[in-house]
């Protein structure tokens, strides 16, 4: 009985509000690919978890998501997504998932991301957003794409962040 | 050390890239009832809440980026030991620490998939989470060099190496260990097996090197009696204590894997079992006349075995509102040299433990353990029951030479624990970080069953009370994060 209230106290500060996110004044379209690669075999098939959560990012920030599946080299999927937007901003995640070692009992990869987001028309004057998620994973036959959805909740925040940084920028 | 280090491999950075990554265990856990902040003595009742504080940094510089087919080269070196200030009686203090493994890397290097390691060699099938515990790990204590190949269905490695330092330290001789292991994938399943073997050759003349000094007795050498017993039938004869003869040393591990998951609640389950020899001791000693003489015990050593079962399986019950871990262990350990004093190798365990975990928010997760378990020492009575108990041999009679301890051959041991749990990166048994607060209570047959400063003597002139306990109550607050 008397761990009652504390049990209760936390779990309604677990259900406070958030902080809002950051809304874009209209809903313009965000073209957005996802691409896994493996850091000796290049590209692995992923399944949608962290484009998934690309995806609810940019629709929480009151922006349209168009998925477009993109491959090929870097500048090919950059192109991709260029081709066919009317207005809007294009969105390029590109992660790259590497074994590291066991340790300790875990298996310890890194993920690379390099987030691109682009103005169609000038795909040259992307703002970037690079960073490196590790992650631990716990068996043995968990490999590229599981560390890819270990990782996707940083993934996610982080570029949540650049769209903040764009969506400011359009203010500005 | 840890931190100049870092930066001394940061700042090269332009080189080649640096990353750092390792873990962090820190608990408070005020023991009221006289312990030392754990549970129980050991996580065979489950690691939570019996292990205590520790950190662990490994360092990974690239010397060439892996990049496609090209040749790459990393070096990874590690730092770990179990205290940390404030935790523990360690306080933090750097000698609770070690460089624990440090290897250097390189592959697309003759043959493709293959990377070669020149250093540690440390290599595991799998970990059972919830104690700790890797029963199917090679090359424990060996430096040396290992090829390993990692394809998509089938990973072979091939290891040979020195486990001299690692197993005698500054007894140091050579043991040479050659051994490898295989792991075969398919969808949904997992097969592995592997083995070590050790050999220490016979150097005439090195102090270190295997030998056995005949004429002792067993129980003479457990006793620490050797000298007095050599003195009582060879008085005057100090200076012709015996001369060991020479022996030759083999120990061995075989370990086996079986990994199955994704389908039903079942998210995976790992299930190992190993056979091992343990390599023989070298020696101890007593003294004699005034002189320190060194007992050489190849002979009592060289039959320590042990058989370890362990099964581990990761349930996701409800979907994103309850997963559970369960887990059961269970070794065999038998000395066919010792037949008089009880010992860790002479003795069986069982235990299993059951993980809870419900999400109440993605972040916020209420947990639950229980645990059971069963220690029998096969050696006679190793265990004390009650804080008065006299020593009894196995058959009950009052035995004050006696090798046993105690008074009963069994420990049993109950664990249950609970409490909120805040993982910020959400869901899972195993998500890190995860900062916890915790209720446990342990229930044991034997008495003050857990690290303790008690009186334990039942001398009438003692300052301090011996203390009856068989529960023990214990809150924690504590964190563990990978990074």
């Known amino acids: 009985m008397r761990l009652t209230r504390p049990i209760l106290l936390a779990l309604l500060l677990a259900g406070c509000p958030k902080p809002t996110t950051l809304q874009a004044p209209a809903p313009v379209p965000v073209r957005v690919g996802s691409v896994l690669e493996s850091a000796t075999e290049g590209p692995v098939e992923a399944d949608t978890t962290a484009l998934d959560a690309i995806v609810a990012e940019i629709e929480a920030r009151n922006l349209t998501p168009v998925a477009v599946e993109v491959s090929g080299p870097h500048r090919k999927r950059l192109e991709m997504l260029a081709q066919g937007a009317s207005g809007g901003v294009i969105l390029l995640v590109e992660s790259t998932a590497r074994y590291s070692t066991q340790m300790n009992g875990r298996y310890r990869w890194t993920v690379e991301v390099e987030a691109k987001l682009a103005d169609p028309e000038a795909l040259d004057e992307a703002a970037v957003e690079s960073f490196t998620v590790p992650v631990h994973l716990l068996y043995a036959h968990e490999r590229e794409n599981d560390a890819l959805i270990a990782a996707t909740p940083s993934i996610a925040r982080r570029v949540g962040a650049l769209l903040d940084d764009w969506i400011r920028a359009q203010g500005q | ?483």
């Open chain 2, 1 to 483: 050390m840890l931190t100049a280090l870092s930066l001394l491999l940061m700042s090269d950075a332009s080189a080649g890239r640096a990353d750092v990554g390792g873990y962090f265990r820190v608990a408070a856990r005020p023991d009221l009832q006289g312990g030392s902040g754990r549970l129980g003595y050991w996580n065979l009742y489950g690691r939570l809440m019996n292990e205590g504080s520790y950190g662990m940094v490994e360092l990974r510089y690239d010397v060439l980026e892996p990049s496609g087919d090209a040749p790459w080269t990393t070096l990874h070196a590690r730092f770990e030991g179990g205290s940390i200030a404030g935790a523990d009686d360690g306080n933090g203090f750097l000698g609770n620490f070690r460089m624990s493994q440090v290897f250097i890397e390189s592959g697309n290097v003759g043959i493709d998939k293959v990377t070669w390691r020149f250093g540690s060699l440390e290599y595991f099938f799998g970990d059972m989470g919830l104690y700790d515990m890797r029963p199917a790990t090679l090359f424990f204590n060996t430096v040396g060099a290992r090829a390993e190949y990692r394809g998509e269905h089938a990973e072979v490695l091939v290891g040979i190496g020195d486990a001299g330092y690692g197993i005698r330290g500054f007894k140091y001789s050579a043991i040479p260990t050659v051994g490898a292991a295989a792991r075969v994938r398919v969808p949904h399943f997992e097969i592995g097996a592997g083995a070590e073997v050790r050999y220490e050759p016979g150097v005439l003349g090195s102090v270190n090197a295997p030998y056995h000094t005949p004429n002792v007795e067993y129980e003479d050498w457990v006793r620490g009696e050797v000298a007095e017993r050599y003195l009582q039938e060879r008085p005057g004869l100090e200076d012709f204590f015996w001369d060991p003869e020479p022996r030759r040393s083999l120990s061995y591990n075989a370990v086996g894997y079986l990994g199955f998951g994704g389908f039903g609640p079942i998210r995976w389950n790992n299930l190992f079992v190993r056979y091992s020899l343990a390599h023989p001791d070298t020696f101890t000693e007593e003294q004699l006349g005034g002189k320190t003489i060194q007992i050489y015990v190849h002979d009592f050593t060289d039959d320590r075995r042990s058989f370890t079962l362990g099964n581990e399986m990761q349930l996701n019950l409800v979907p994103k509102k309850l997963d559970a871990a369960w887990g059961v262990l269970y070794g065999d350990h038998s000395d066919g040299d010792n037949a008089v004093k009880p010992s860790d190798h002479d003795r069986w365990y069982a235990s299993t433990v059951l993980r809870l975990q419900a999400y109440a928010t993605p972040t916020i997760h209420v947990l639950a353990e229980g645990s059971l378990a069963r220690e029998y020492s096969k050696n006679g009575n190793n265990f004390r029951e009650h804080h008065d108990s006299i020593f009894e041999n196995t058959g009950g009679q009052p035995d004050v030479r006696g090798l046993e301890y105690g008074d009963t051959d069994t420990r049993d041991t109950m664990q249950l624990k609970g409490g909120l749990v805040i993982n910020p990166l959400g869901p899972g048994v195993f998500s890190r970080p995860s900062l916890r607060a915790l209720y446990g209570v342990q229930l044991s047959n034997v008495n003050n069953a857990f690290g303790n400063a008690f009186v334990v003597e039942l001398d009438q002139y003692d300052d301090f009370e011996t203390v009856e306990q068989h529960v023990h109550h214990l809150l924690a607050l504590e964190a563990e994060v990978w990074f």
